[in-house]
């Protein structure tokens, strides 16, 4: 997961408002336990695009914290 979380920071930083590339992200960091970066990706890809708003409540909801 560490090679991906790379992949994923390289396309954000190359394109930083396309949402799915932030889901992804915050993905990748729940798998390697960057539990903050993983809660801090998720809300970013909220507010590139709401329709991703009820997966992302969930999923931080998953790792214990709020959206």
Do not use: C, M
Not at 25 to 35: E, P, R, T, V
Not at 45 to 66: C, H, M, W
């Amino acid at each position: 997961y560490k090679r991906l979380v790379w992949l994923y920071e390289q396309l954000v930083s190359r394109a930083p408002n396309k949402a799915a590339y932030w889901a992804a992200l915050a993905s990748g960091y729940a798998h390697i336990g960057k539990i903050d970066e993983a809660v801090n990706a998720a809300r970013k890809t909220v507010s590139i695009d709401p329709n991703y708003l009820a997966e992302a409540k969930l999923f931080v909801e998953s790792l214990g914290r709020q959206l």
